[in-house]
């Protein structure tokens, strides 16, 4: 049973121009939700998070919304630029602080082009 | 302050052998997380475990794995007998109380 689910397995985006990338959810006792991005051979690095009591969160070029009745998030990256090119995770957590039992996303692989 | 490590980077057993898993939070952290990613999937939660302690081990198969994090040394993630299923990327995270998981760089496992 898939709970973090990320129906893109892959999106190709232009330099300059805006990456969104989407992820739905099904069990809404998840209240707080992370995106975790990742290169070949690395472990996934954190990139940006959201709590269930905002519907947007803004670090520099990344941006999270989060519509909770929809069981929707997404991630915008404006702009793109070419080192941004590497799987993103999506995750989501019951809690936030002490013991975080997150449950991941199958990735959707970005590449920006030059 | 060094990342989370993992050691080896890769390793190769043949069915029926045990493979050892090793994994050095980072200074500080005390809580430890242990995932399975299998080719084209994402990562699924095995173990959580803090110093001497397995809070939760719901996402490890019942039989052939074991992870501990000993008071001294690193958390160790032991599958004893591996087949071939056992392929994967492990990757262990670790994290401060309440902070976000860092994630090592992941141990490769290739069962032949």
């Known amino acids: 049973d898939q709970q973090v689910k990320q129906n893109s397995p892959s999106l190709s985006v232009q330099e300059g121009r805006i990456s969104i990338l989407n992820c739905d959810y099904t069990?809404?006792?998840?209240?707080?939700f992370l995106w975790y991005k990742k290169y070949p051979a690395e472990g996934p690095t954190f990139l940006i998070s959201i709590s269930s009591i905002k519907d947007k969160n803004e670090d520099g070029r990344f941006t999270v919304f989060l519509n909770k009745s929809a069981k929707h998030l997404s991630l915008h990256i404006v702009p793109s630029q070419p080192g941004d090119s590497a799987v993103y995770f999506c995750a989501a957590s019951p809690s936030w602080g002490g013991y975080q039992k997150v449950t991941f996303g199958t990735g959707t692989k970005l590449q920006v082009i030059p | 302050n060094a990342g989370v490590m993992q050691n080896p980077r890769h390793l190769v057993r043949r069915r029926g052998q045990e493979a050892r898993l090793r994994c050095s939070p980072m200074?500080?952290?005390?809580?430890v997380y242990w995932y399975r990613q299998l080719p084209e999937e994402g990562l699924k939660f095995m173990v959580y475990?803090?110093?001497?302690?397995?809070?939760?081990e719901s996402g490890m198969p019942k039989e052939r794995f074991s992870a501990e994090f000993p008071k001294e040394g690193p958390s160790i993630l032991r599958i004893q007998q591996v087949v071939r299923g056992d392929s994967a990327a492990y990757f262990c995270?670790?994290?401060?109380?309440?902070?976000?998981?860092?994630f090592g760089p992941g141990t490769r496992l290739t069962v032949l």
């Open positions: 995270a670790s994290s401060p109380e309440g902070g976000h998981q860092f």
């Open positions: 475990l803090q110093k001497e302690n397995i809070i939760d």
């Open positions: 200074k500080g952290h005390s809580h």
């Open positions: 069990n809404s006792m998840f209240d707080y």
